[in-house]
Nanobody
């Protein structure tokens, strides 16, 4: 089975930066799309950004320019560079992957906490 392991979250001061990583492991034929979503307490999970295997990206409009998604297909890893963070970015960030291994799969990581506070 495929698993996603996230890392890079933590506590950062406003204006700071964090780089999240998410590595896929297990058995699969391909991962077509990887992405990041986030969920703050009391809010629903929302899109941060996605990236296809070919490099096509999609960002939430409010985050475009501050966040950058990238992936290393050879390492089956997706990254999220977050710059100029503000307290409103505080949330649990979840990695997502859609791919195939005999059947299509759509899986989520366990989430990594990002807290932006003075």
């Amino acid at each position: 089975q495929v698993q996603l392991v996230e890392s890079g979250g933590g506590l950062v001061k406003p204006g700071g930066s964090l780089r999240l990583s998410c590595a896929a492991s297990g058995r699969f034929f391909s991962i077509n799309v990887m992405g990041w979503y986030r969920q703050a307490p009391g809010n629903q999970r929302e899109l941060v950004a996605t990236i296809s295997r070919g490099g096509t990206t999609n960002y939430a409009d409010s985050l475009k320019g501050r966040f950058t998604i990238s992936r290393d297909n050879a390492k089956n890893t997706v990254y999220l560079q977050m710059n100029n963070l503000n307290p409103e970015d505080t949330a649990v960030y979840y990695c997502n992957a859609v791919g195939t291994y005999f059947n299509r799969f759509n899986i989520w990581g366990q989430g990594t906490q990002v807290t932006v506070s003075p």
